[in-house]
């Protein structure tokens, strides 16, 4: 006998009335197939924008191989080394917020595209990389000493994408500002951490979402004609734009760019095997959370928030020995609003944004 309707004998996670997360926000949990297990051995890579810092974060203290290629000297202090974004990442490429500059970077490290811009300056005479203007706290001391550790910083990237079996990228954004000369594109405007804008030189790019899936398709089929092996894991950064070059409201500007990011990433997984959508954008933002995940200036996402999508990640993605999440996850119910600002203190990620407002 046919179903009366299509919607008869459908699971629980298809209906939304049958979701646990209306009367128990902490067991809302939208992860419904993973087509591959991350073992302990497989070595990551994680890069995207500043959420993706929290993901390498967790994957790093939770029994992964966190793969880093770029690391510091050994006679550099760990706090120097760290406030220099060394382990942040696993090459010390920054944020990295559309699929256009994670293309570029590509392209720039193994040779393929030699932008025309290559460094910024600023009143001091230190030197900015216009490519990770705030990878370095003191910056460079001359643009020789900047061209240099740009040398390593591309060895390390193509150890990375030669090495890696995972490769985890979070989408943050679609707005960018673009040199007009090659169509080099950089996190933030020249003016913010460095440089000078020029508005005849300058432009701003909101790429669509033929744009994105393009480059993101270009990314994957070159990474994997070098590794063939490597599985591709998406997310979309839930932390919304900091502000937005377009006139109209930054909270219009960031509707449109997760739902760009997010329709792209939808389109890129569907067409490329082992490669998955992890839904950290829909587990930090939905109506289960009741905006818990988020901190008292409605865009930083609680320790609590990232600890519900780690826990997640690593109970569907994680082989056996992994499932748990580290001490520090609680569930909403429980945790104090005490432990909650304790914990936000400690959770501090580079986010070049951060320097618009400033």
């Known amino acids: 006998m046919s179903k009366a309707h299509p919607y008869v004998g459908a699971p629980d996670y298809q209906i939304w009335k049958k979701e646990p997360g209306i009367s128990h926000p902490e067991a809302f949990d939208p992860v419904t197939h993973a087509s591959f297990k991350i073992q302990k051995s497989d070595p990551v890579v994680t890069a995207g924008s500043c959420f993706a810092q ?114 985890v990228f979070t989408l943050g954004l679609t707005e960018c500002w ?36 393009t480059d993101l398709d270009w990314c994957i ?29 930054v909270f219009v500007s960031t509707t449109y760019s997760k739902s760009a990011l997010r329709v792209a990433a939808e389109q890129i997984c569907n067409s490329h095997e082992l490669c998955d959508y992890f839904p950290s954008f829909e587990i930090i933002t939905s109506p289960y959370a009741r905006g818990k995940y988020y901190g008292p200036d409605c865009r930083s996402v609680t320790e609590s928030g990232v600890a519900h999508v780690m826990r997640l990640f690593l109970k569907h993605y994680g082989e056996d020995c992994c499932h748990t999440a580290p001490s520090n996850y609680l569930s909403p119910e429980s945790e104090t609003q005490k432990y909650i600002r304790e914990m936000d203190k400690v959770v501090e ?3 070049d944004e951060e320097r618009i407002s400033n």
Request: glycine residues 6%.
């Open 54 to 167: 929290h993901v390498a974060r967790y994957l790093s203290t939770s029994g992964f191989n966190f793969l880093v290629t770029e690391k510091s000297h050994p006679i550099v202090h760990a706090e120097v080394a760290e406030k220099s974004n060394y382990g942040t990442f696993s090459a010390r490429y920054g944020n990295i917020y559309t699929a256009r500059q994670l293309r570029q970077l590509l392209e720039r490290a193994f040779g393929l595209f030699h932008p025309i811009e290559s460094s910024w300056h600023l009143p001091s005479g230190v030197t900015i990389d216009p490519f990770r203007p705030q990878i370095q706290e003191s910056g460079f001391i001359s643009t020789r000493d900047l061209l240099l550790d740009r040398e390593v910083h591309f060895e390390a990237v193509r150890n990375a994408v030669s090495q890696m079996s995972v490769f």
């Open 178 to 213: 673009e040199d007009s000369r090659d169509g080099a594109v950089f996190p933030l405007a020249p003016g913010v951490a460095g440089g000078e804008f020029d508005p005849s030189i300058y432009r701003l790019r909101n790429c669509n979402l033929e744009e994105i899936v």
């Open 221 to 249: 089929s070159f990474i994997r004609n070098i590794n063939p092996g490597v599985r591709f894991l998406f997310t979309v950064s839930p932390v919304p734009l900091n502000a937005t070059a377009i006139d109209r409201h």
């Open 349 to 351: 990620v580079l986010c």
